[in-house]
C-alpha cells in the first residue's frame, strides 16, 4: 500500500458525469463528503469526510478510512473501538465529491455515543423549532468503558 | 413562512448530542450536509446542503428546499424539473452538522443527469485506478428535455 498521488485532476463535467475515471473532486480542505449506510437494513449510519490517502486506503483493504476534521487526521474507523466497518460497496456521485459506502458495520454500533447510528433524533416537520424525538437511539456500547471518556 | 433567525447556537457537545433542541453546526459557509435516500428503497439518492433558510423551508413545508454552493442561491429540488421531493421522515446527527431526508421523490429522479440516484457507478474494491462499473444507471428522463441542456 502506497500513499503517493492517486487521483487524477477532475476533467469537464461530461467526464465527471459520464467517465469510468475516479477522479474525485476533493473540496478546498482536500476533502469529499462520505455517507455510510448499513448494508443489510439501509439505515445511514454516519456522515463522515475522506482526503486522498484515506480514499485510497478503503478501496484498498476494503475497510472504511476518513479524515477527521477536528482532530486533523487520518483514522481507520474502529481503530480505537474495534468498530471496523467492512466496506460491501463503494459508489461515487455524479460529480465526484460525494462517496457512499455500503457497509457491514463490526460492533453494530457506528456512533461514538454508542447508538447503532449517528441519526437517532428526528426533527418533527410542520414547525421549526419542535423538539427532537429520539428514534433507534438505545446505547450498542458504553460510550465511557469503550473510549474512556463520555 | 418566515426567514428570520430559526436555530439557537450550538452549545455543549453534551447538549448537541443527548439534547431535544434543533441547533445546527453551521459550517463556515454556513451549511450543513444533507443526505437523501429514498423512504421506499432505502437507496442514496443525492447529498446535498442546506443553509438555515432551506433548513427552515423544508421544515414548515415539509419538501426539500437546499443551497446551491455553485449557484450560491436557496433552491426548491423539482424547481425546474418538476421533481420535488416529499419528506418522509427528517433526522440529524450526533453533532448536529448532517442531516438525512427520507424521501418521496417525485418523477422517480433525483439526479440532474435523469438518473434515480446520483451514485450510477461503484469503485471496484481492491485497486485503486480501476474503471468506475455502472450500476442502476437507467435514465428515467432526458436532461435535454427537462433542463435545455444536457
Chains 1, 2 share one sequence.
Not at 492517486?6 to 477522479?23: D, Q, V
Not at 465526484?96 to 456512533?111: F, M, N, Y
Request: charged share 30%; with cysteine.
Amino acid at each position: 500500500m502506497t500513499d503517493g498521488p492517486t487521483f487524477a485532476t477532475p476533467g469537464s463535467a461530461k467526464e465527471l458525469e459520464e467517465g469510468r475515471a475516479l477522479t474525485p473532486k476533493f473540496d478546498a480542505d482536500g476533502l469529499v463528503t462520505a455517507v455510510v449506510t448499513d448494508a443489510a437494513s439501509g439505515d445511514v449510519l454516519m456522515v463522515a469526510h475522506m482526503n486522498a490517502q484515506a480514499l485510497r486506503r478503503t478501496i484498498e483493504t476494503g475497510e472504511a478510512w476518513y479524515y477527521s476534521r477536528s482532530r486533523k487526521k487520518l483514522w481507520k474507523k474502529g481503530e480505537t473501538s474495534g468498530h471496523v466497518q467492512r466496506v460491501k460497496e463503494l459508489r461515487v456521485d455524479c460529480d465526484q465529491d460525494a462517496l457512499w459506502l455500503k457497509v457491514e458495520q463490526v460492533g453494530e454500533s457506528a456512533c461514538h455515543t454508542g447508538r447503532r447510528s449517528c441519526f437517532y433524533r428526528a426533527v418533527p416537520l410542520g414547525k421549526a423549532g419542535t423538539a427532537l424525538e429520539f428514534r433507534d437511539a438505545d446505547k450498542m456500547f458504553d460510550p465511557k468503558a469503550v473510549y474512556g471518556k463520555s
